[in-house]
């Protein structure tokens, strides 16, 4: 069983930045790869980044160039930097464990998940 849980989310105007914790369990932290996600109201849940075990990272096209993902494995963290942020960056955040280190870009490849944590973006 992994732990997963998400920090950091809250209110910022838009042009702002947020910057999203997540702490997850497990003394193979470094195995994982870690992803997050976004859903907003009445849409479905969408791919944001994913950064692998060995540090590779992907991001969905709306947020390159703005958003980086990084991880601690002394910390067993991993983090979302979201820059230049708008209103369509208006979503539940969540972070995702993928143990086998797949670097998906759906939710069906992690197999665990924190809470979400609420980002609002005002115009």
């Known amino acids: 069983q992994v732990h997963v849980v998400e920090s950091g989310g809250g209110l910022v105007q838009a042009g702002g930045s947020l910057r999203l914790s997540c702490a997850a369990s497990?003394?193979?932290?470094?195995?994982?790869?870690m992803g997050w996600f976004r859903q907003a109201p009445g849409k479905e849940r969408e791919f944001v980044a994913v950064?692998?075990?060995?540090?590779?990272?992907y991001y969905a096209d709306s947020v390159k160039g703005r958003f980086t993902i990084s991880r601690d494995n002394a910390k067993n963290t991993v983090y979302l930097q979201m820059n230049s942020l708008n209103s369509e960056d208006t979503a539940v955040y969540y972070c995702?464990?993928?143990?086998?280190?797949?670097?998906?870009?759906?939710?069906?490849?992690?197999?665990?998940w924190g809470q979400g944590t609420q980002v609002t973006v005002s115009s």
């Open positions: 497990g003394r193979t932290f470094i195995s994982y790869a």
């Open positions: 950064i692998s075990r060995s540090g590779d990272t």
């Open positions: 995702a464990a993928d143990l086998g280190n797949r670097v998906g870009a759906t939710p069906y490849e992690y197999d665990y």
